[in-house]
């Protein structure tokens, strides 16, 4: 079961959703809208290693944004921090985005119950794009958990701005 607009609202007013900071005018039908924090990650190496640490530049997004080449592969994090002891968050790209040619975490989009932190985008540019801080580029949505709940404790928890891939610590 997916929560509306007025569920989602009800459970951050009773503290069972967290999303700082939090707009009402970001509520959507189903879902929550997400903005484009200001800090972004690209890759260095031209053939990333799994199983070592991933070398990379943090780079700060100016007001005049940044510009993609198609083809461009980068990390980006949400404003917003988000998570649920009570939801399972449901993390989607907004379809205005995809129809600029811009895919937004096409895949890894559920998030795990208990999680709390900003969200790490994918982000994949198909066509040349200009991307702004704070621009809407995603969208969160809320489902009910059906069984026990084991509350996440995994190594991206509390995370603060985007982050890499630490799958070499699964080695």
Known sequence: MILTKSEIAKNIDNGKIKITPFCPRQLSTNSYDLRLGETIIRYKEEIINP????????????????????????????????????????????SNTARLGLFVHVTADLIDIGYFGNFTF??????????FPNMLIAQVSF?????????YQGKYQYSNGPQTSKIYKDF
């Open 51 to 94: 199983k070592e640490e991933p070398d990379f530049n943090k780079i700060l997004l100016k007001e005049e944004g940044l510009q993609l080449d198609a083809g461009e592969f980068i990390l980006g994090h949400s404003d917003e921090k988000v998570g649920s002891d009570h939801f399972v968050p449901i993390l989607h790209g907004k």
């Open 122 to 131: 994918q982000l994949y540019a198909t066509t040349p794009i200009r991307i």
């Open 143 to 151: 489902w009910v958990p059906l069984g026990d709940i084991e509350l």
